[in-house]
């Protein structure tokens, strides 16, 4: 009696309402997280050329980009800097006086009910656009790193992080920070650690946009091969050991395998990274009239959440929010 054609599934969905009412998986402007990238001076707002739709930002015009968010219902936002001044340890990561620290205190004390999420990694600090400082022979030095690391969360969280988001991918890191945030008084602090973070081809958009490449070689010494989705769950998961709050997935559709996999393996709150390669795929395919706006976008957002992610970090934040709205 299990088969057709006593069963007939079209009985689900023969109707909008019924559709409606048997929904498993839904996405709304609570999911959402909205990167930004925060740049030096004031009164600016610069488009980046690579990456339409995105720009950078001054502390001082970020109302501007904030304020439609929070009218449309996003609530969270993720913090990029450019730095006035780049050196081998990116030592202006953790300098006060820098967009990012600026910004987080401009936004804690305009926007109270925001979650303010800090990107902290060395790559957009660094003269050589490594995730980390480097050992004499020029690889990433990873336990150095992880000094650098934990004064750039500290100064993230005293300037108004209520989250720390490490995407620098070495070993240790998030157990590093832990302790340098406790040891400061900052035990109420989260870590939302990138710890699915492929070295993936689809960062493009956003190494222009943060000017972030690495001026030579790769980040294959670092970050997770695509091909290996048993030592992606396995370092994934030691992220949780060392006492991050939330992971992140990265990219996010094509890795919803690895989403999946870690939804089963852990009780930890998952995000998936929308990154600006999957942001441009969208883009052109909208903008060659193959995808429906609306639609295709609703549908890759969701996508997310039904592969076990609670939270969507996106560039398409506001526009999801304002059609979910
Ligand atoms: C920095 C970082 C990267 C992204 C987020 N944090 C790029 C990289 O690893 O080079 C990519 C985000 C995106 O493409 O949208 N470590």
Redesign the pocket.
Known sequence: MSGFPVVRMRRLRQNRTIRDMLTEVTLEPRHLIL?LFVCPGEGVRAPVPSFPGVSHWSADMLREVVEPAIQSGVRAFLL?GLPTYKDEDGTSAFDDGQPVQRALRFLRESYPDAVLIA?A?M??YTSHGH?GCLSPDGSVDNDATLELLSKVAVSQAKAGAHVIAP??MMDGRVGAIRAALDGEGFSGIGIMS?AA?QASA??????DA?G??PGFGD?KGY?LPCSNPREIVRDALMDADEGADILIV??AVPYLDIAAKLRARTDLPLAG?V???E?MLLHSAIASGSLERARGLLEYHTAVRRAGCGLVIT?FATELAGLLG
Do not use: L
Request: aromatic share 26%; proline share 10%; with cysteine.
């Open positions: 990167p990029f990107d990694c790559c957009e995730c995407s620098d990138y973070k689809f960062y493009g958009p956003f190494r943060a972030s490449s980040r970050q990265k990219p990274y990154v600006s390669g942001y560039y």
